[in-house]
């Protein structure tokens, strides 16, 4: 690829031949210097909405980004038209570099792996104690791609109502995952949000959850004035009216940071996961891996985490949760 300097001249120009009232064409790319700063919000058929200052923009990508995509959280430049009244449309220029990227795959065999959200610093796993019943696998799987993409992870157990949250909140208690427990008398009346709104100050939150755990209520009751619709969903199958069916970024009260609402989940696959990236988020253990063998699993007769823990530098309890989680690579989420 030729390069050229500030000041390119004639010879630096490419015309194509034999083509009716061609432009000269050059590889010289806009730097747009003057483009507003802004913040994806959510994405619809190739419209990206986005919050430049204080008002929303329509925008679509600029064919200079090629396959770059932008995702809800991005940060990315607008120019053109940024007065948001109808009908309007700018163009995003470049999408800024992200601080974090949750990703997953539509199933464990599948090589796609699909942005969920960018620049996110905490993911909210929601899950309902009954109706339907929880699925820890599908849990262990967020847990994962938290880890995986540097996010810090927050259980939100709803309907605590229908069924005690002691036995599941156990069984991640070494992991030392914070949590919320609610109920439904508690969402009605506000209790719940001003619980959940005191771990989310200041921080951008992911909200994933399987449909029907409540999610897209709870988000409801923390930012009122943007409401979004909730439908039924059968608590066995699964099936019904999904409502939430694109990830959405909304400001919580008083600019106190930010929640995503993202579609409900019925599978989180891990194909894109590198299990060697998960133990970064176990402190205590990772220092033990300084002897494992090359490429080790850590669930192998020569893994040194066994000495490591044996040796009490680590809690079994905190290698037994390392361990349950990298398996869920292996396992589907209804085994």
Avoid at 41 to 64: F, P
Avoid at 155 to 173: C, F, H, I, P
């Amino acid at each position: 690829m030729r390069r050229y300097g500030k000041n390119p001249d004639e010879d630096d120009i490419r015309v194509r031949p034999n083509r009716k009232g061609n432009r000269p064409r050059t590889n010289i790319r806009p730097k747009h210097e003057d483009a507003a700063e802004g913040l994806v919000l959510t994405v619809d058929r190739g419209r990206l909405t986005c919050l430049i200052d204080d008002r929303t923009v329509t925008a679509m990508k600029a064919r200079e980004l090629g396959r770059k995509s932008a995702v809800v959280g991005d940060r990315v430049a607008v120019v053109g038209d940024l007065s948001g009244a109808k009908d309007t449309l700018a163009r995003i220029v470049r999408v800024e570099p992200r601080t974090s990227t949750l990703r997953r795959t539509a199933d464990d065999d599948d090589p796609f792996e699909r942005v969920v959200v960018a620049n996110a610093d905490q993911l909210a796993i929601v899950t309902a104690l009954a109706d339907p019943e929880p699925r820890p696998r599908l849990i262990d799987r967020c847990l994962v791609a938290a880890y995986d993409a540097g996010l810090d992870p927050l259980l939100v157990l709803t309907k605590s109502d229908l069924a005690s949250a002691d036995a599941l909140l156990e069984s991640y208690g070494a992991l030392g995952v914070p949590y919320v427990v609610t109920n439904r008398e508690e969402l009605t009346d506000g209790r719940a949000a001003e619980q959940v709104r005191e771990v989310l100050k200041g921080r951008m939150t992911a909200f994933v959850g399987h449909s029907g755990v409540g999610k897209t209520t709870l988000v409801n009751a923390l930012v009122p004035a943007r409401r979004r619709a909730t439908g039924h969903v059968n608590a066995v199958t699964g099936r019904g009216r999904h409502t939430t069916t694109s990830a959405l970024a909304l400001p919580l009260p008083g600019d106190s940071g930010w929640v995503i609402d993202t579609p409900g989940v019925r599978s989180f696959g891990l194909a894109h996961i590198d299990p060697s990236r998960v133990i970064h988020a176990f402190p205590d253990l990772e220092p033990g891996t300084a002897e494992c063998p090359r490429a080790c699993s850590h669930d192998e007769p020569d893994c040194a985490l066994d000495a490591w823990v044996t040796d009490g530098h680590a809690d079994p309890a905190r290698l037994y949760s390392l361990r349950r989680l990298l398996s869920t690579r292996e396992r589907r989420e209804g085994d």
